[in-house]
């Protein structure tokens, strides 16, 4: 089918719009990224509910220490928690950017969201921002108590490359007898950094995610393209994927890796997991942050809402 007719006029004027030159730095990347986000963010995605509590804490992680910022829902505790880990291609992208979701899954799902303000690519590249995600999830187990949380209901997500590193977490808390995980929710997830799924080359560019970013962003996440088939670089390549928590993934139609999503889904169903997944039809990579202008994004979010409750209160 044809692109949404709302989703349409988004990409026609942000492609109007982006004027960046080709060759800036990830540094101004960021700075793009941010500031768009400032002025136009709450166009397009709506502020969500004011939490219970909001507060940031500081969480050591090897080498260093990161920021997890904590949404607290209007429920008596102990609540489920679920760990939420933004997108931007392993290099941009701050937990600002994402706090309308956040505050809407905290308020829809009744559960502290643990929004992950992992270090970045490339002065952090691979494996750094995986590791820092999973450090943060099992400190987050470890004090459980002390932050109003159950530590039985745990679920984890994100959306593209934030996508990317909630699946290689859910297989390191598997690897390494972590933290148990009922629930992970890919939103257009990038799990095959080999880029050999079909649509990375049989959806055109223009769709607000060209290939020649998708492969600029590797590079510098990676640092070396020798380490693309590890798992935790890409989930879609470990040889066992058995023993994983239940999914809800989706990808979108005229997106580049919409059959990453697909992919994974079908290697995820043959190791014995649950799995729900769909495609987004007339969608691009990232309709999910249309919510405030796009009917079906909206409807979308509440879709995944729900069975992110579901998940962490059945």
Same mark, same amino acid.
């Given at each position: 089918?044809? %692109?949404?007719?709302?989703?349409?006029?988004?990409?026609?004027?942000? !492609?109007?719009?982006?004027?960046?030159?080709?060759?800036?730095?990830?540094?101004?990347?960021?700075?793009?990224?941010?500031?768009?986000?400032?002025?136009?963010?709450?166009?397009?995605?709506?502020?969500?509910?004011?939490?219970?509590?909001?507060?940031?804490?500081?969480?050591?992680?090897?080498?260093?220490?990161?920021?997890?910022?904590?949404?607290?829902?209007?429920?008596?505790?102990?609540?489920?928690?679920?760990?939420?880990?933004?997108?931007?291609?392993?290099?941009?992208?701050?937990?600002?950017?994402?706090?309308?979701?956040?505050?809407?899954?905290?308020?829809?799902? !009744?559960?502290?969201?643990?929004?992950?303000?992992?270090?970045?690519?490339?002065?952090?590249?691979?494996?750094?921002?995986?590791?820092?995600?999973?450090?943060? %999830?099992?400190?987050?187990?470890?004090?459980?108590?002390?932050?109003?949380?159950?530590?039985?209901?745990?679920?984890?997500?994100?959306?593209?490359?934030?996508? !990317?590193?909630?699946?290689?977490?859910?297989?390191?808390?598997?690897?390494?007898?972590?933290?148990?995980?009922?629930?992970?929710?890919?939103?257009?997830?990038?799990?095959?950094?080999?880029?050999?799924?079909?649509?990375?080359?049989?959806?055109?560019?223009?769709?607000?995610?060209?290939?020649?970013?998708?492969?600029?962003?590797?590079?510098?996440?990676?640092?070396?393209?020798?380490?693309?088939?590890?798992?935790?670089?890409?989930? %879609?390549?470990?040889?066992? %994927?058995?023993?994983?928590?239940?999914?809800?993934?989706?990808?979108?139609?005229?997106?580049?890796?919409?059959?990453?999503?697909?992919?994974?889904?079908?290697?995820?169903?043959?190791?014995?997991?649950?799995?729900?997944?769909?495609?987004?039809?007339?969608?691009?990579?990232?309709?999910?942050?249309?919510?405030?202008?796009?009917?079906?994004?909206?409807?979308?979010?509440?879709?995944?809402?729900?069975?992110?409750?579901?998940?962490?209160?059945?």
């Amino acid at each position: 089918m044809p %692109l949404d007719s709302r989703v349409d006029k988004i990409v026609k004027l942000m !492609n109007a719009l982006d004027r960046e030159p080709a060759d800036r730095t990830m540094v101004q990347r960021r700075a793009a990224s941010a500031a768009l986000a400032r002025r136009g963010g709450a166009l397009v995605m709506p502020k969500g509910p004011e939490p219970a509590q909001q507060r940031d804490v500081v969480i050591p992680v090897d080498g260093g220490q990161i920021v997890v910022r904590l949404y607290v829902p209007h429920v008596a505790g102990p609540v489920p928690l679920y760990v939420f880990l933004h997108g931007g291609g392993w290099c941009i992208g701050t937990l600002d950017e994402r706090d309308p979701r956040c505050r809407t899954i905290s308020a829809g799902a !009744n559960c502290v969201v643990a929004s992950v303000d992992y270090r970045m690519a490339p002065e952090n590249a691979y494996p750094t921002p995986p590791e820092d995600c999973y450090a943060a %999830l099992v400190w987050l187990s470890e004090h459980a108590d002390e932050l109003g949380i159950d530590a039985t209901r745990i679920g984890i997500g994100g959306e593209s490359a934030g996508a !990317n590193l909630a699946a290689a977490v859910c297989l390191m808390a598997r690897d390494r007898s972590g933290p148990a995980l009922r629930h992970q929710w890919l939103d257009v997830p990038a799990v095959d950094l080999t880029m050999s799924q079909p649509s990375i080359h049989s959806v055109p560019d223009g769709y607000l995610l060209d290939l020649d970013i998708i492969l600029e962003f590797r590079e510098a996440y990676l640092g070396s393209l020798d380490r693309m088939t590890e798992p935790y670089a890409s989930p %879609l390549l470990a040889d066992d %994927l058995s023993g994983l928590p239940p999914a809800w993934i989706m990808s979108c139609e005229f997106d580049k890796l919409r059959d990453d999503g697909v992919a994974y889904a079908s290697a995820l169903k043959e190791a014995g997991v649950p799995v729900e997944s769909q495609i987004l039809k007339g969608h691009v990579h990232p309709s999910f942050a249309f919510t405030r202008l796009i009917p079906s994004a909206k409807a979308y979010e509440r879709e995944a809402i729900a069975a992110l409750a579901k998940a962490l209160h059945g």
